[in-house]
């Protein structure tokens, strides 16, 4: 039995353009039954994502997509994410802001926030004007703009108006691009929060008390070491928009064949046309993350 | 018949409120009521509001909605997380220390009561007491007359290099904001939302219409939405150039969907009828206080009729529209800057009949 979902997107708290709200409302609106906001490293969005699900009747998960990597240091470094899915339940009290994963994604908040205003620090005077430095300077680290939406800060001509001409929102958008990569990679100062291999991040999601399922594993060059990855996973992600259908078929197979969890969703940023996954997850895939058995008649797509 | 009359305090704020601007002295002080006491008392009940994780968030505790009312005796929990964040920072040291003895945390509490005339007034209670992962207030009761309640806490400690004094919430820069239902009795508002993909109406201060008084009627964007399912539309316009983590990228363009909403309306049981026109009310109150920006309702403000009787009948006359901004770089645009497409035109009804609303007994 199949659960209509979609259980890996982003919103405007990572690199994805929507509100929680608005991530939820339009899962409603095309039918979906349980879904969970997947930002990068964080959970900013959840409880508001929780709380617009509650009001639309659909399951809402607790998720956040881990950044790991496989070769970290080397010249084949690559980034590997681990997808963690917490029971529905740990929303009830403050479960959810004592998590490690929860905690972690405070932290990545603020050093956030530093990289930023840093490399704003560099440009002039004029271009710090024009993107608002002084603005982003006072604002808390929960509520700074993330990846997409300082992007949208410096090439997006609505968001900051007139003050920059083209030429400078492309040498500007070079400029910070080069930096952002640096946040995550071995040539940062986030080792500790980014040098994680996979397994060591599949580990720290189920000591934190959630399923741990492996991303989108057809987007990583070293193929030997995510298959080696895979076998430690406990679950996949087989349909999302990554994959072709023979790849999703082909993930689907290995899956089932391990006898794992898979999932799937959209992994959705808004920055194209929404691709409705092809198919549900498995029932007994969102009951192992809900740790309990699911009333049917809510949640059979 | 029992005459009621408003106190002129609560009558003055009443033209303040956006949802009820308009409303008369002369038009309230003649209100005729109902004999049930259901025009100026709200059956209210007890609640909890819990701040945690970037949301304050209101729920019921006595089977209520999603509302708070005059009279509701309320308790705020606070998240310890969220208190030692606000001061420690990035001192991972002095979070280490506060979250191993929370008692160096000294959290106040002040409780914020905005009038229907728009006065305040402050009620500051007793620093919290932590107890595991949150702290929790003393309870108090919501003073009658309130349209709306915010909360500060202010956060002390003396447990790092310096003692440090923050704003908890200001941190956080949650919004602490809540309306409150039942300033403007016998004015009511009745609000037709959804409930997931159910179709909901009620009258928040409860009972029904009151005759001779204003009713404010609501209808939240979700639920046009809904009337219209969204997710049908069409609503690119063109591509623009955009960028992502990857590097540069051409988007779709999307134009903004706007409604036009009309309403038939009835307040003799559907003999006679009358018409009216909803304005958008951006920030209403009847999204609550942590509505994200962009949310709207479209509300119209309604006199019922001293001679108002049986129900009040509605339906309501629901287009979408795709507005094309004037200026702005779009790409192989489709439609003409400034152009305003009609992509649907429906009525909202109770299936086949219209909705109706009980008009309180005189």
Known sequence: MFVATDLHGHTLHSDGRATPEEYVEFRRSIGMKAIAIADHDLMAGVRAGALAAERTGMLFLPALEVTAHINYGESSEEQFHVLAYYPHAVLEGYQLEEKVLYRRGVTVQRRWKELVLAWMSEQTAEDREALGFAELEAMPPGLFPALQSTILRIVDRSATGPALTEERRVALFESFRERHITFWSSQGPNRDLFGWTPEEAMEAIRNDGATDVVAHPTRYRDKDRTAKALDEASGIEVYTSRHKAEVAQKFRELAEAKRKHWTSSSDDHQNAPYARPPCGTPLRTIERICRKTMQLDMLIA | MIKVRILPRLLGAAVVLPTLAGCSQEAEDDVAAASDGELVEIKAGTGEITVRGYLAEYRSTSNGDEFIRVGEKLQVNLALSMAIDALAGGDAALASALRADPSKIEATPKITFVRADDTKSELVLAKIAWSGAAGTTASFTVPPGTKRLSIDFEGKTTAGAAPKTVMIFGYHQVRANFPVFGAFLPNKLALFDTLGADRRMRILEGGGVVPGAKISVDVTDWRLDTIVDKSTLDLRIGQQQSGNRFGPAIVDALGALEYEVDAAVSFDDGAT?????????????????????????????????????????IAFHVKAFLRVPEQGNILNPRYAPGARILLKDVWDKDGDKDYALRVANR
């Open chain 2, 273 to 313: 009828w009358g018409s009216a026109k909803f304005e958008k009310a951006p920030g209403s109150d009847v999204l609550g206080g942590s509505a994200p920006p962009g949310r709207f309702v479209l509300a119209s403000l309604l006199d019922v009729p001293r001679e108002a009787r049986g129900n009040m009948k």
